[in-house]
C-alpha cells in the first residue's frame, strides 16, 4: 500500500519562507519522478514543480520559478519543495504526487499515479 505524507505547510507572512516535505512508502521511491501541485479555492489544481528519478532534471511553473526549488533525498524515500520569497498568491493546498517514469518529469497531473493528502500553505499580506 502506497502513502504518501505530506507536511510542512502552515501560515507565513509575505515575503517569508516554508518548506514543504512529503515521505513516501510502499512503493521504490528510486523509479519515481515527483511532483508538487497546488489548488486554491475555485482554482483547478496545477503543477509547481517536478523533478526525475535521478535528480537530473527538474521543472517549475513560471509563476514560482526563482522562488522555489524542489529536491529529493533517495535514502528517507522524502522530496522536498524549499518556498521562498512567498506572496498571497501562493496561498492553497499543496499536494505532492508520484509517477513511474524513467525519463524527464512533466507537471501534468494526469499523468501521476499516487497522491498526498495535501498540506495547506497560507501566505498574509
Known amino acids: 500500500q502506497v502513502q504518501m505524507v505530506e507536511s510542512g505547510g502552515g501560515l507565513v507572512q509575505a515575503g517569508g519562507s516554508l518548506r514543504l516535505s512529503c515521505t513516501v512508502s510502499?512503493?521504490?521511491?528510486?523509479?519515481?519522478?515527483m511532483g508538487w501541485f497546488r489548488q486554491a479555492p475555485g482554482k483547478e489544481r496545477e503543477g509547481v514543480s517536478c523533478?526525475?528519478?535521478?535528480?537530473?532534471?527538474?521543472d517549475y511553473a513560471d509563476s514560482v520559478k526563482g522562488r522555489f526549488t524542489i529536491f529529493r533525498d533517495d535514502a528517507k524515500n522524502t522530496v522536498y519543495l524549499q518556498m521562498n520569497s512567498l506572496k498571497p498568491e501562493d496561498t492553497a493546498t499543496y499536494y505532492c504526487?508520484?509517477?513511474?517514469?524513467?525519463?524527464?518529469?512533466?507537471?501534468?497531473?494526469?499523468?501521476?499515479?499516487?497522491w498526498g493528502q495535501g498540506t495547506q500553505v497560507t501566505v498574509s499580506s
Open positions: 523533478i526525475n528519478w535521478s535528480s537530473a532534471s527538474s
Open positions: 510502499g512503493l521504490t521511491f528510486g523509479f519515481y519522478a
Open positions: 504526487a508520484a509517477r513511474r517514469s524513467g525519463g524527464s518529469c512533466q507537471r501534468d497531473m494526469v499523468l501521476y499515479n499516487y
